[in-house]
C-alpha cells in the first residue's frame, strides 16, 4: 500500500495546478485589454495629447504573462504601409515604427522616442507629401 505521504504529494500537486491553469485563463482575458491600454498610455507619454486619436489593437498573444504588445495601423501610400507598434517586454516600453511594402517582404522598423523624432521618420515615407504642413505656404 502506498504511503499516505505519496496522496498528500499528488493531491496538492493537483491543487496548485488548478491554480495556476486559473491565473494562466485569466491572465489570458485580461491580456488584451491591458495590452490596448498601455499602449495607448505609453504612446500618450511619448507622443503627447495627439496619440489619444491612434486606434490600437492587440498584435497576437506572445507569453501573456509579461509581454504586452499591440498596432496602430496609420496609413497605407504609395504602397508602403506605416503601422505604430507598442511592447513592453518585462517592464520596458517601446514604441517602434513599421514602415513595409504592401507587394514585397521589405519593411523597417524604426524606434520612436518623441513626437518631433516621430515627424523625421514619416518626412522620410512618401506620406509625407500628404501632411507635410509646408506643402500649402508660398514662402
Same mark, same amino acid.
Given at each position: 500500500m502506498s504511503h499516505p505521504i505519496m496522496f498528500a504529494a499528488a493531491e496538492r500537486l493537483t491543487v496548485v495546478e488548478k491554480r495556476r491553469a486559473a491565473a494562466r485563463e485569466a491572465a489570458?482575458?485580461?491580456?488584451?485589454?491591458?495590452?490596448?491600454?498601455?499602449?495607448?498610455?505609453?504612446?500618450?507619454h511619448v507622443l503627447g495629447d495627439a496619440a489619444v486619436t491612434l486606434d490600437w489593437d492587440v498584435l497576437g498573444l506572445v507569453s501573456f504573462e509579461e509581454h504586452l504588445q499591440a498596432v496602430a495601423s496609420l496609413d497605407?501610400?504609395? $504602397?508602403?504601409?506605416?503601422?505604430?507598434?507598442?511592447?513592453?517586454? $518585462? $517592464?520596458?516600453?517601446?514604441?517602434?515604427?513599421?514602415?513595409?511594402?504592401?507587394?514585397?517582404?521589405?519593411?523597417?522598423?524604426?524606434?520612436?522616442?518623441?513626437?518631433?523624432?516621430? $515627424?523625421?521618420?514619416?518626412?522620410?515615407?512618401?506620406a509625407w507629401q500628404s501632411i507635410n504642413p509646408r506643402n500649402g505656404d508660398e514662402s
Open positions: 489570458f482575458r485580461t491580456w488584451g485589454p491591458r495590452s490596448v491600454t498601455a499602449a495607448a498610455k505609453f504612446a500618450r497605407t501610400v504609395s $504602397g508602403q504601409h506605416l503601422e505604430l507598434y507598442y511592447t513592453d517586454q $518585462g $517592464g520596458t516600453e517601446r514604441l517602434h515604427l513599421r514602415v513595409s511594402c504592401v507587394s514585397c517582404p521589405s519593411q523597417h522598423v524604426h524606434d520612436v522616442t518623441s513626437l518631433e523624432q516621430f $515627424g523625421q521618420l514619416l518626412s522620410q515615407t512618401p
